[in-house]
């Protein structure tokens, strides 16, 4: 069960800089912004990776 919420726990962090990639691209349409913006959105699979990585240790660690 640790480890399901652990990988909820990435999943939603990678989601949420996914989405502030998305507010930001809409934002600043037709602009540079916007660039910035999918620039953002395509890191998220990368930022949930490391925090997947990142909490499941944190998993290892508690158990012993």
């Known amino acids: ?3 399901h919420r652990a990988r909820w726990r ?3 962090k990678g989601m949420s800089v996914a989405f ?3 507010i930001i691209a ?3 349409a037709n602009t ?3 660039w910035m913006g999918f620039l953002i959105m395509f ?3 990368f930022v949930t990776k490391k925090s997947l990585e990142k909490e499941l240790g944190r ?3 508690q158990r012993g």
């Open 1 to 3: 069960m640790d480890e």
């Open 10 to 12: 990435a999943f939603k």
């Open 20 to 22: 502030l990639g998305l």
């Open 26 to 28: 809409m934002i600043g």
């Open 32 to 34: 540079p912004l916007m």
């Open 43 to 45: 890191t998220s699979p």
């Open 59 to 61: 998993v290892k660690r």
